[in-house]
T-cell receptor, first 115, second 110 residues
């Protein structure tokens, strides 16, 4: 099946710094990529949807200036958490799909801890 | 937006037992997927099943789109089946983003 990778898998950073997370579709082109956040013992919550070459669409309550998303190519999307704070500590998961209505493929996730 | 409800929220089984997990959704869907999240957080894609029935080993799933529900069957459960099972749907009018249910936490005891 299709593979989506994320890097890094785990990151610890200090409060006030920025962290970039990469999401790559390894063997298919993804017209759309999605970013989710999951707090402990909770479900996945969609943060934003990104289409290659256009601005991301953010869900209500997600600050676009804090969570910068770049989808520069059909195989790579990045999420940058700017000026991270302890409350941003979470599990971030990306997904990618070859086209609307197709199966979505999920990355292994990135665990962010802000100290 | 589309609502997704999963039941039961928690389920404890003895090894070897069978179980049925349910996912109800509030609107027409283009896509429905079942996932198993392992203890390391990885989402394992079990089924892509916007309609119909599929089987994969001890697991099978059925989606009745007209009645807006999907069922995941686990037969002869094993301790390695433990974890959280999520149902996620892409609503027909959702602009292709997936909405997750709250999940069912399954514990299989030896």
């Amino acid at each position: 099946g299709a593979v989506v990778s994320q890097h890094p898998s785990r990151v610890i950073c200090k409060s006030g710094t920025s962290v970039k997370i990469e999401c790559r579709s390894l063997d298919f082109q993804a017209t759309t990529m999605f970013w989710y956040r999951q707090f402990p013992k909770q479900s996945l919550m969609l943060m934003a949807t990104s289409n290659e070459g256009s601005k991301a669409t953010y869900e209500q309550g997600v600050e676009k200036d804090k969570f910068l998303i770049n989808h520069a190519s059909l195989t790579l999307s990045t999420l940058t958490v700017t000026s991270a704070h302890p409350e941003d500590s979470s599990f971030y998961i990306c997904s990618a799909e070859p086209g609307q209505g197709y199966e979505q493929y999920f990355g292994p996730g990135t665990r962010l801890t802000v100290t | 937006g589309i609502q997704v409800e999963q039941s039961p929220p928690d389920l404890i089984l003895q090894e070897g037992a069978n179980s049925t997990l349910r996912c109800n959704f509030s609107d027409s869907v283009n896509n429905l997927q079942w996932f198993h999240q392992n203890p390391w957080g990885q989402l394992i894609n079990l089924f892509y099943i916007p309609s119909g029935t599929k089987q994969n080993g001890r697991l099978s799933a059925t989606t009745v789109a007209t009645e807006r529900y999907s069922l995941l069957y686990i037969s002869s459960s094993q301790t390695t089946d433990s974890g959280v099972y999520f149902c996620a749907v892409e609503g027909h009018y959702n602009n292709n983003d997936m909405r997750f249910g709250a999940g069912t936490r399954l514990t299989v005891k030896p």
